[in-house]
Nanobody
Framework: QVQLVESGGGLVQPGGSLRLSCAASGFTFSSYWMRWYRQAPGKGRELVADITSAGGSTNYADSVKGRFTISRDNAKNTVYLQMNSLKAEDTAVYYC???????????WGQGTQVTVSS
């Protein structure tokens, strides 16, 4: 059974940091790009960052560039999102995502809430 489980969300003050984790199971993790999305209240889901299967290349939304870092540990089947210099507008539910192709489709985690507030 393919599963993505996010953790690490919480309440943080502006300027603070959080590290999100996404533990994957049920597929060959090291073969797939991984992505982090977020959805703020009343808004659509936004791609935050992605990382290639071996971790050699990453991409970021302009809104998080220079503040967030995506990484992965293929030995632990886990992808991370290090979030620094957090702003109120980063408040959202953050989701881990993988596209397993035509046969198995796109898989989402349950999401983890990040709230940036003083």
């Amino acid at each position: 059974q393919v599963q993505l489980v996010e953790s690490g969300g919480g309440l943080v003050q502006p300027g603070g940091s959080l590290r999100l984790s996404c533990a994957a199971s049920g597929f060959t993790f090291s073969s797939y790009w991984m992505r982090w999305y977020r959805q703020a209240p009343g808004k659509g889901r936004e791609l935050v960052a992605d990382i290639t299967s071996a971790g050699g290349s990453t991409n970021y939304a302009d809104s998080v560039k220079g503040r967030f870092t995506i990484s992965r540990d293929n030995a632990k089947n886990t992808v991370y999102l290090q979030m620094n210099s957090l702003k109120a507008e980063d408040t959202a539910v953050y989701y881990c995502n993988v596209n397993l192709g035509r046969l198995y489709g796109t898989v989402w985690g349950q999401g983890t809430q990040v709230t940036v507030s003083s």
